[in-house]
């Protein structure tokens, strides 16, 4: 099974190596998790794993989740989440699965979780723009992105606005993922992961921390 889990951002810290070296890291509880599900190719056309993390009251949930956990030999959980595989599972139902998955030489992780959300903004906050000038005769038009017409920006279409174009509008609480970075130490004792470098989301957010792709 690949390095997969899900955990909790908990914040930020730093680690000092043997050299003096400060490095500021994000401490991330991942797991442990159970493992609910486990989906095969012969039976539904595709090899995954489906984790649970975070145990609930069964009062806040429903009774179908409440069935689906107990068959893992399990409490309900708050967060359930399935990982694609490329091969057959090589943990069964109801397998706990904790960071020793990390420990056996994983040197780089992706980290996917919601970014912070900033309610609804304007174009300068938003995408950086420089507002309009702050004299000759602008009078309460200064944060404003000004013309969103023009023959330019809009050459084919007409008046039309085209799709994409930068406005004001919510900024943050995005899916985002921190690509190729740093596994600094795993603690087993306590189920953490310091991993060097920001991760997505405010503090106490679900994450999802797998072995890098791209980098190993």
Do not use: W
Request: net charge positive; proline share 4%; glycine share 14%.
């Amino acid at each position: 099974m690949i390095a997969a889990l899900l955990g909790k951002k908990i914040g930020m810290t730093r680690v000092c190596d043997e050299s003096g070296v400060v490095t500021p890291v994000t401490v991330v509880q991942a797991g442990p998790c159970t493992v609910m599900q486990v989906r095969t190719r012969d039976v539904d056309g595709y090899d995954a794993v489906q984790l649970g993390f975070e145990d609930i009251k069964p009062h806040r949930t429903t009774k179908a989740l409440i069935g689906h956990a107990a068959r893992a030999g399990t409490g309900p959980k708050r967060y359930a989440r399935e990982i694609r595989l490329n091969e057959q599972a090589t943990v069964a139902q109801g397998d706990v699965v904790t960071v020793d998955l990390f420990a056996e030489g994983v040197g780089y992780v992706d980290v996917t979780g919601v970014s912070k959300g900033h309610g609804f903004t304007g174009v300068m906050r938003r995408f950086g723009f420089g507002g309009q000038p702050a004299s000759h005769g602008t009078e309460r038009k200064h944060r404003s992105p000004g013309g969103i017409g023009a023959a330019g920006s809009t050459r084919g279409t007409g008046r039309a606005i085209r799709k994409g174009k930068r406005m004001a509008g919510h900024k943050g609480h995005d899916r985002r993922t921190a690509r190729c970075q740093r596994l600094m130490k795993v603690d087993a004792e306590h189920n953490l992961l310091l991993i060097k470098g920001s991760v997505p989301g405010p503090n106490g957010s679900l994450v999802f921390v797998r072995q890098s792709k791209t980098r190993k």
